[in-house]
């Protein structure tokens, strides 16, 4: 035995001791036996995460067993296909587990078909893509060619049949706007294996103008219409993005990476929920779901058959220890406790912005209606990227972000995105949130460029008093130490 579990035997009476602590120090043990590098950088991410407070929108702290249920043997298996019809033999206990986790996952959401395989929300929408081109482009194209299947084409047809595929349109929220890489950035893959165009929002409310993106579809007629953001602070209506998509016949694919936890969670609910609406449903598994990482996808029948060719059509072979882990995660959302951290998360960002708003800072939107808000840093003369490391210093964890129109463009910014999923997980409430505005807005209102050598104003770096970042980090403190992480792992500090 080593030292860590030695420790906690000594220490934590027996009536007290977690198998999840005896677990994970026991790991920590044998990977320190193996290349303590590694297991010293795993412990002092667990005591930099104890130390900070975690308002990444897109973070959250996932239990114990999601994160034990990766570390084993399971990593060894290939298991390309989908199960019971795998390209592989001896999948029988691959089959089992990932059709446990479709299952629990149609459960917990209410769709018709699961894909759980996705290692990531960035591989979920390149199969949702793929299994739309396919299914509407190129099966068309064959049939047209007079052929039955792909390999029956000649090398000029399958040219041709490319050409055709990128000639296609995704419509997407832009990056400025709220939306993902993913949905048709520039300097990514979506916009250069199809043709790209984007929708942004009302420059004076900041919300998704229905109306005029209906105009927009209508002249574009894109084949894929796609819902879904990573900072856009508000609802969207499904129904009416379904509606809209219909005008010209294109696929709805909602990308609710962001916000599954709260579709899970029955916070969203009607035309907010996207499955009723949406084709196709992607999301990651580890932001508001509080699963591992990884992405899934979801299928109505038109599409189903071919999102389960997410190998060959994107992706090797899936990863059965992370598949384990997501049944854990879809189990642990589809109870009671899970729907009341949900709408804690939600309640926890709308009081959150409130008491931003109250200290003077300015909120887009004027608020939220899910887990995340944006603040808007231009009236303080500061940029995104100064704003999130003062607040780093002062022992908060945000990450900047672009603003409609961003004077500042994507590197620099001009804005703050700030979340509350991982510190609902930890228990905190309206109270902590009242002191983390209080922080957030003294440190930032305080804030002043930095004066280079050359005497210009530094666009990376602030300054704030040092007074004000010791007593911001006093009270992180405190908070971190009523609301633990972790509290049944204990590691000498
Ligand atoms: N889609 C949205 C809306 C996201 O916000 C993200 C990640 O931030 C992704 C997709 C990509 O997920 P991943 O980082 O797992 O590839």
Redesign the pocket.
Known sequence: MSHYLKKYFEKTKESERSTAAIAYLASLDHIENSEPKVSQAIIQELKDQRSYLKLIA?ENYSSLAVQLAMGNLLTDKYAEGYPFHRFYAGCENVDTLESMAQEELKSLLGAKHAYVQP???????LIAFWAVLTERVQNKEIQALGKATLDELTESEYETVRQVLNKQKVMGLALGAG?????GYRHNISSKMMQSVSYGVDPKTGLIDYEALKAQVIKEKPLILLA????YPRKINFAKMRAIADEVNAVLIV????FSGLVAGKVFQGEFDPIPYAHIV???T??TLRGP???IVLANDEFSEAVNKGCPLVMGGPLPHVIAAKAIAFKEANTQAFRNYASKVVENASLLASFLQELGLKVLTNGTENHLLIVDLTPLKINGRQAETLLRKAHLTVNRNSIPNDPNGPWYTSGIRVGTPALTTLGMGEKEMAEIAKIIASVLKSAEPDTQKDGQKSKAKAIVPENILESSQETVARLLKEYPLYPEITIDE
């Open positions: 897109s290692h990531s929300g960035a591989d979920a929408n939306g993902h890489l993913t949905h879904g953001y990573s900072a990308d609710m990476a962001h992607t999301s990651t580890h932001k990482r990884g992405g």
